[in-house]
């Protein structure tokens, strides 16, 4: 996955370089498509230059998860 910045430069996204601590989601909403499906927009920084750089991702599926709600080590979750 990459995102091109404005001067030109891509930023590289790889899973191996990126841990969720390092990701703020930003927005989540319906997608545009118009089929009902959820998108999440998250800002992770470029592993190459450090620039904030905004992922966009779909929501594939939706599945049971074995946590506890609400995230005790997770601050103001709900903001």
């Known amino acids: 996955m990459t995102d091109e910045h404005q001067d030109g430069h891509e930023h590289p996204l790889e899973a191996e370089y990126l841990s969720p601590t390092d990701a703020t989601v930003v927005e989540i909403a319906e ?3 118009g089929e009902g ?3 999440v927009d998250l800002i992770v920084p470029c592993p190459t230059c450090s620039e ?3 992922a966009i ?3 594939e599926a939706a599945v049971d998860a074995d946590i506890d709600l609400p995230i005790e080590d997770v601050e103001d979750l709900y903001d």
């Open 31 to 33: 997608d545009e498509s």
């Open 37 to 39: 499906s959820i998108r």
């Open 52 to 54: 904030p750089v905004r």
């Open 57 to 59: 991702a779909q929501v």
